[in-house]
Nanobody, 123 residues
């Protein structure tokens, strides 16, 4: 049973930074792609970034490229999302997801999801 548990959300002022964590368990993830998504109230879920666990190959949405960085720690089975220069429009629930695929550039096909962590950016 795959389990993904996000943490690290909270309240931050505009211009600040947060690092989200996603602890993964339940299987070997070497052939999995891990992704970060977010959903703001009244909006559709938005893809942010993905990483192929085996090689660390990454892919970003244009909206966060240069501000957000996805990474993973193999020893801790944890994926991170470092978020810098945060803006009020980054306010959303952030989700970690996993798919059994090595293709990081497709934003669909994610089978497993965490419960989400709230990020609120004040102006």
């Amino acid at each position: 049973q795959v389990q993904l548990v996000e943490s690290g959300g909270g309240l931050v002022q505009a211009g600040g930074s947060l690092r989200l964590s996603c602890a993964a368990s339940g299987r070997t993830f070497s052939r999995y792609t891990m992704g970060w998504f977010r959903q703001a109230p009244g909006k559709e879920r938005e893809f942010l970034a993905a990483i192929w666990w085996s090689t660390g190959t990454t892919y970003y949405a244009d909206s966060v490229k240069g501000r957000f960085t996805i990474s993973r720690d193999n020893a801790k089975n944890t994926v991170y999302l470092q978020m810098n220069s945060l803006k009020p429009e980054d306010t959303a629930v952030y989700y970690c997801a996993a798919k059994n695929s090595i293709v990081v550039t497709t934003t669909t096909g994610y089978d497993y999801w965490g419960q989400g962590t709230q990020v609120t950016v004040s102006s």
